[in-house]
Every structure is written in C-alpha cells, then in structure tokens.
C-alpha cells in the first residue's frame, strides 16, 4: 500500500504543497539533502521511496541499526560509478540515522557536500540532539506530524479496496473501523499491521466463501463439497474479529460523547477521593481508547491546584513536570509520567482553599467592589507621580523585623474580606498557622 506518487501520500499536506522542498526535489533534477524527523508510521520511508519512484532515482536503502561505516561507503561509491556512468542518481536513505555515531555520520559528509547521491535520513529522535552539526547544516529539516483520525481512516479505507491491499475481498464494519483508528494511535503502519491481521481471521481460504467447506490438500474442494459460488457474501471483519487479531479489547469509549465526560469525570474524581487504583483504571481506559495524552495532562496539571493546592505544593509541580515530558516523549512511553503524576495527586492531602480563595476574589470584582489602589502603592517611578502623591508613606517590608509592616494593602471596599481559608490538610497545616498571625497583624487585631 506505500504510495506510488506524491499525489497518493496520506497527511503531511504543510510537506506536499506547491513549492515545498520535496516538490521542489520530485520536480527539479537537482539532488538535495533531507531530514525527515517525526514519530514512527507517519511516512518517512514512504516519502524516501516515492521521491525515488517519481525522479527515476535509484533507491538504496541503509539501516542504521545494522550497517556500518563500511557499508556506508560502499553505498556511496556505488552511487558515485553509477552517476559516472550512466548519469543515473541515487536515493540514499539511511533509516533511524540517529543511531549512527560520529564516525559513520562522518562518513556522510562527502557524498552530501558533492552531491553524489540524494541524502534523506529518517529519524524519530531530535535531530539537533542526534546528528552532527555539519551533516545537519548541509541538509533540509522536515518536520512529519502524527496522522489524524481521518487520515488513519482513509488509509485503512483505501487498503480495504485497492487490488494492492485486500482488494475487496473483505468489508470493514464502521465499528471495527473506528477501533483500528483508535488502535493505530496516528501511526499508518501499525493501522496497516492490524487490518492485514485482522483479515487473515476473517478471509476465507483462497476459492471458498466464508463459511464455506475448506479445500483438500490438492486445492480442490474435499470429496462430497462444491465449489463456491460467486454471488456468495464477502466477509466482514467486526469488533470483535480485531479484538480476536490484535489481542486488545475495544474499550467502550467515544471521545465526543457521553463516554468522554463521564470517565474523566470519573477520573477527577477517584484523585480526588484520594483512591489511586481508581483514577489509573480511568487513566488506562482513556490511554487504550486513544485519549489524547495532552488532554490528560491538562486535566492532572488542573486537579493539582485546584484539589491538592498547598496541602501539597510539589503536586503541581509534578503535574506540570508530567505534561511536559508526555509533550516531550509522547505515548506509549509518557503514560509512565501520567501515571506517576496520577498517584501524587490522588496520594496527596487534598485542599480546594486555592480554588475557593480565587473564586471569591473574582466573585467581589465581578459584584464591582473594585476601589481605588491605595496611594502609597501606586507607581511612582514616571516623572509626575510624585507630584500625585504616588508612593507617598510606603513602608518597605524588608526594612522591618521580620519582613513585615503594618499598612493597609486592599482597596477600602474590600480591606475586610477574606478569600484565602488554609485547611489543616497536609503541608498547609502550618500555612494556615502563618496566615492567621500575618492577618491578624496586618489588620491590627
């Protein structure tokens, strides 16, 4: 199913337009040098092949996890006597190039400074961390995007009735569809792996219709059986068919409906009965289902302050840390940090003080008790201020026994409200004990 042409090519449509480099490439004689850097099943190795199908290139393929710094070279040479003598260029892909050390990278350079070959290297690690400055600087960095659900779709869609994949020969129900999409996780290939599997258990034996009697060793039907008919039903492969291939339950879960809301929901509020066996069933549910990850991060770094708060200040932290590292890392991967990220929170004494505190506020400014900012702590550093009276009796606290002064802070109409409530939860336990001696000095009780 790997595309013949550009045209054919599934997603990365900010690659494929007008003018980009790799039209520029497929149109132009001119060899060039490229990075293909993106998450595996997105197309790095099927963007190599078609722009050596395209150009007429020959196509020489090298796996870094193999190949050395010999065979390295020997490509290169190859490429150079075949451009001597025949003009033909060559395509050099060298897959997962970020496991080449220094030297083999070295080894390179010649053939990219000269041009003697069309370089591409696919890699799924940074390239700015993994390659070496001087191949990087030579060479164009194309960044590849996850699939979406619809592109995932229409290449499953596409394998089920192109005479190069399944060629009709089975049907995919809209349920089983929608789960291998889920499965695939953006990745093309593995969406591919699973239909191919998935067909095997539904396709009956070459000559017979589904349910139909199974050859004899000689390929004709055994004695007493027919052979089948043509009008017979094309078999179809179900949920439950993919769930028998790929050895993975479909999870009951549809991200725009009810579903969605209601185990997050279920999930926030496992954290915050502090049950973590919970709040992972609901995690591992909205992984399998093919949540984004970035929506679960989102969600922890959220519960964080508004659930744990100070009771536990390093939560959020931790929450925070996580997002950034599934941001970083991606699946399957980042679900270790979601996970890690998921116990601190349910784990941790629990405090919605900073929420209530926040809320308050917003509540008074929105009911209009607003005020004017006291004068001495208006800015006074513009020419003019001073003349207003602008800083006029600040007190500054560092000047003062322990950090502290009496003065008044809040607008009048808002001086004797009090929004943050420490709880006696945790590490806000001695917050709460602070908070009350600075009130009560601050407001001359």
Same mark, same amino acid.
């Given at each position: ?26 149109e132009?004689?001119?060899p060039m ?7 595996p099943?997105?197309?790095k190795?099927?963007l ?10 020959? =196509? ?9 710094v010999k ?10 006597r075949e ?5 033909r260029?060559?395509?050099l892909?060298?897959?997962?190039v970020?496991? =080449? ?15 003697w ?11 700015? =961390?993994?390659v ?34 399944l ?11 929608e ?8 990745d ?15 396709e009956?034996?070459?000559g017979a219709?589904?349910?139909? %009697?199974?050859?004899?060793?000689s ?11 043509p009008g017979?039903?094309? %078999?179809?492969?179900?949920?439950e068919v ?20 209601d185990v ?25 289902a ?5 929506f679960i991060a989102?969600?922890?770094?959220? =519960?964080?302050?508004?659930d ?5 200040p390093?939560?959020?932290?931790t ?18 940090n979601?996970?890690?990220a998921v ?5 941790? %004494? ?47 606290p560092?000047?003062?026994?322990h950090?502290?002064?009496?003065q ?18 945790g ?7 602070r908070?009350a001696?600075i009130r009560?000095?601050?407001r001359?009780t």
């Open positions: 199913m790997r595309p013949r042409n550009l045209d054919e090519v599934i997603g990365q449509r900010h690659l494929l337009g007008p003018g980009t480099p790799l039209r520029r490439l497929v132009s004689e001119a040098s490229l990075f293909l850097w993106g998450p099943g997105t197309g190795t099927t190599a092949y078609v722009v050596s199908n395209v150009t007429k290139r020959r =196509f020489v393929e090298v796996s870094a996890v193999s190949a050395g065979d390295v070279r020997a490509a290169i040479d190859n490429a150079r451009l001597g003598m025949s003009g260029q060559t395509v892909f060298v897959d997962e970020h496991r =080449f050390n220094k030297a083999q990278q070295d080894a390179l350079l010649p053939a990219v400074e000269n041009r070959v069309t370089f591409i290297g696919a890699t799924t690690e940074n390239p700015f =961390f993994s070496i400055s001087p191949l990087l600087s030579r060479s164009l960095l194309l960044t590849l995007e996850s699939l979406s659900d619809d592109d995932v779709r229409a290449v499953l869609e596409r394998a089920v009735t192109d005479p190069r994949g060629g009709g020969r089975v049907t995919l129900a809209p349920e089983a569809l789960h291998l999409v889920r499965l695939a996780g953006g093309a290939r593995r969406s591919l792996t699973y239909l191919e599997a998935a067909a095997l258990l539904t009956p034996v070459k219709p589904a349910g139909s %009697p199974q050859e004899g060793p390929g004709s039907p055994q004695e007493g059986e027919e052979e089948a008919s017979e039903l094309v %078999p179809s492969i179900t949920v993919v769930e028998k291939a790929v050895d993975k339950a479909a999870v009951r879960y549809d991200r725009q409906g009810d579903q969605h809301y997050i929901s279920a999930f926030i509020k496992s954290m915050r009965g502090s049950d973590a066996d919970a709040a992972l069933h609901y995690l591992a549910r909205m992984i399998e093919g949540e984004d990850p970035r989102r969600r922890i770094v959220i =519960f964080a302050s508004e744990v708060g100070m009771a536990d390093t939560c959020l932290q929450a925070v840390a996580a997002a950034q590292a599934v941001q970083l890392i991606g699946l399957p991967e980042g679900q270790i979601l996970a890690h116990i601190h929170c349910a784990m941790a %004494p629990k405090s919605n003080a900073v929420v209530k505190a926040i809320g308050a506020a917003i509540g008074d400014v929105r009911r209009g008790l607003i005020g004017q900012v006291p004068g001495h702590l208006r800015d006074a550093h513009y020419p003019g201020a001073a003349k207003l009276g602008h800083g006029d009796g600040y007190k500054y560092h000047d003062f026994e950090g502290l002064v009496r008044n802070y809040a607008p009048e109409q808002v001086r004797e409200r009090r929004y943050y409530e420490p709880t006696r939860h590490a806000e336990a001695p917050v709460a004990g908070w001696k009560d000095f601050l001359g």
